[in-house]
Protein backbone atom coordinates (compact mmCIF):
# COMPACT_ATOMS: atom_id res chain seq x y z
CA UNK A 1 0.00 0.00 0.00
CA UNK A 2 2.76 2.44 0.75
CA UNK A 3 3.92 1.88 -3.02
CA UNK A 4 0.63 3.79 -3.94
CA UNK A 5 0.53 6.51 -1.81
CA UNK A 6 3.97 7.41 -2.83
CA UNK A 7 3.14 7.55 -6.60
CA UNK A 8 -0.29 9.26 -5.84
CA UNK A 9 1.33 11.69 -3.87
CA UNK A 10 4.31 12.25 -6.18
CA UNK A 11 2.35 12.61 -9.44
CA UNK A 12 0.29 15.35 -7.33
CA UNK A 13 3.37 16.95 -5.57
CA UNK A 14 5.12 16.83 -8.89
CA UNK A 15 2.94 18.22 -11.30
CA UNK A 16 1.74 21.65 -8.61
CA UNK A 17 5.92 21.74 -8.17
CA UNK A 18 5.91 21.54 -12.01
CA UNK A 19 3.06 24.59 -12.19
CA UNK A 20 5.04 26.40 -10.22
CA UNK A 21 8.41 26.19 -11.67
CA UNK A 22 6.63 26.65 -15.32
CA UNK A 23 8.09 23.26 -16.43
CA UNK A 24 4.69 21.25 -16.55
CA UNK A 25 4.47 21.40 -20.89
CA UNK A 26 7.85 19.85 -20.94
CA UNK A 27 6.86 17.33 -18.21
CA UNK A 28 4.69 14.08 -18.20
CA UNK A 29 3.06 12.02 -16.17
CA UNK A 30 5.89 9.61 -15.05
CA UNK A 31 8.54 12.57 -14.82
CA UNK A 32 5.87 14.46 -12.79
CA UNK A 33 5.95 11.34 -10.48
CA UNK A 34 9.41 11.03 -10.44
CA UNK A 35 10.37 14.87 -9.74
CA UNK A 36 7.45 14.71 -6.79
CA UNK A 37 9.27 11.08 -5.41
CA UNK A 38 12.72 12.41 -5.47
CA UNK A 39 11.52 15.73 -3.94
CA UNK A 40 10.27 14.36 -1.28
CA UNK A 41 12.97 12.49 -0.32
CA UNK A 42 14.80 15.79 -1.00
CA UNK A 43 12.58 17.67 1.32
CA UNK A 44 12.13 15.28 3.87
CA UNK A 45 16.08 14.83 4.18
CA UNK A 46 16.78 18.58 4.46
CA UNK A 47 13.91 20.69 5.36
CA UNK A 48 12.09 18.06 7.33
CA UNK A 49 14.05 18.45 9.95
CA UNK A 50 14.34 22.31 10.02
CA UNK A 51 10.42 22.41 10.22
CA UNK A 52 10.09 19.49 12.78
CA UNK A 53 7.69 17.26 9.99
CA UNK A 54 8.70 14.35 9.05
CA UNK A 55 8.23 12.89 5.41
CA UNK A 56 5.38 11.26 4.41
CA UNK A 57 6.51 7.23 5.33
CA UNK A 58 6.55 9.03 9.22
CA UNK A 59 2.64 9.43 8.40
CA UNK A 60 0.45 11.71 5.88
CA UNK A 61 -0.13 15.24 6.75
CA UNK A 62 -0.46 18.55 5.25
CA UNK A 63 3.08 19.61 6.30
CA UNK A 64 4.51 16.29 4.49
CA UNK A 65 3.09 16.83 1.53
CA UNK A 66 4.34 20.76 1.84
CA UNK A 67 7.91 19.40 3.04
CA UNK A 68 8.10 16.93 -0.16
CA UNK A 69 6.61 20.26 -2.32
CA UNK A 70 9.61 22.17 -1.21
CA UNK A 71 11.55 19.52 -2.10
CA UNK A 72 10.27 18.98 -5.71
CA UNK A 73 10.58 22.82 -6.55
CA UNK A 74 14.43 22.88 -5.29
CA UNK A 75 14.99 20.17 -7.57
CA UNK A 76 12.91 21.50 -10.43
CA UNK A 77 15.01 24.99 -9.90
CA UNK A 78 18.74 22.71 -9.68
CA UNK A 79 17.35 20.91 -12.93
CA UNK A 80 16.59 24.48 -14.77
CA UNK A 81 20.47 26.19 -13.68
CA UNK A 82 21.94 23.32 -15.26
CA UNK A 83 19.51 22.91 -18.30
CA UNK A 84 19.68 26.55 -19.07
CA UNK A 85 23.46 27.02 -18.58
CA UNK A 86 23.60 24.03 -21.14
CA UNK A 87 21.02 23.94 -23.69
CA UNK A 88 20.81 28.24 -23.94
Known amino acids: ?5 WLIVG ?3 GW ?4 IM ?8 ILNIVVGIVG ?3 GGWLIGPLLGSGS ?4 FSIM ?5 L ?3 IILLAIVNLFRRGRAR
Not at 16 to 19: R, T, V
Not at 22 to 29: L, W, Y
Open 64 to 68: SVVVS
Open 56 to 59: INEG
Open 40 to 42: ALI
Open 11 to 13: GIV
Open 16 to 19: LASL
Open 70 to 72: IGA
Open 22 to 29: KTDAQQGI
Open 1 to 5: MGIVV
